[in-house]
Nanobody
Framework: QVQLVESGGGLVQPGGSLRLSCAAS????????MAWYRQAPGKERELVAV???????NYADAVKGRFTISRDNAKNTVSLQMNSLKPEDTAAYYC?????????WGQGTQVTVSS
């Protein structure tokens, strides 16, 4: 079955960097777009970045120029490099996949940006 497992979250100071990874299995990874979402306490889940099967990328305005999404089809992983982190980036980050209108989520990884 489809599995998405995130890793790489943690506590970081403002201005710092983190790299999140999502290990995918149970489907043909290379042919599907992948995305990262985040959800802060009391807020709705929001799209952060998406990467197509051809590695075209799109970003939320709030993270443009600071975050980079990438994929490694040989390793079935999608990553999110986060630089210049701000306190408002604090959230649980989720890996996302949609196959034939069925949505899959990972368990999430917590990112906390605080001094």
């Amino acid at each position: 079955q489809v599995q998405l497992v995130e890793s790489g979250g943690g506590l970081v100071q403002p201005g710092g960097s983190l790299r999140l990874s999502c290990a995918a299995s149970g489907f043909i990874f290379a042919i599907f777009p992948m995305a990262w979402y985040r959800q802060a306490p009391g807020k709705e889940r929001e799209l952060v970045a998406v990467i197509s099967s051809g590695s075209t990328t799109n970003y939320a305005d709030a993270v443009k120029g600071r975050f980079t999404i990438s994929r490694d089809n040989a390793k079935n992983t999608v990553s999110l490099q986060m630089n210049s982190l701000k306190p408002e980036d604090t959230a649980a980050y989720y890996c996302h996949l949609e196959i034939r209108s069925i949505t899959y989520w990972g368990q999430g990884t917590q990112v906390t940006v605080s001094s």
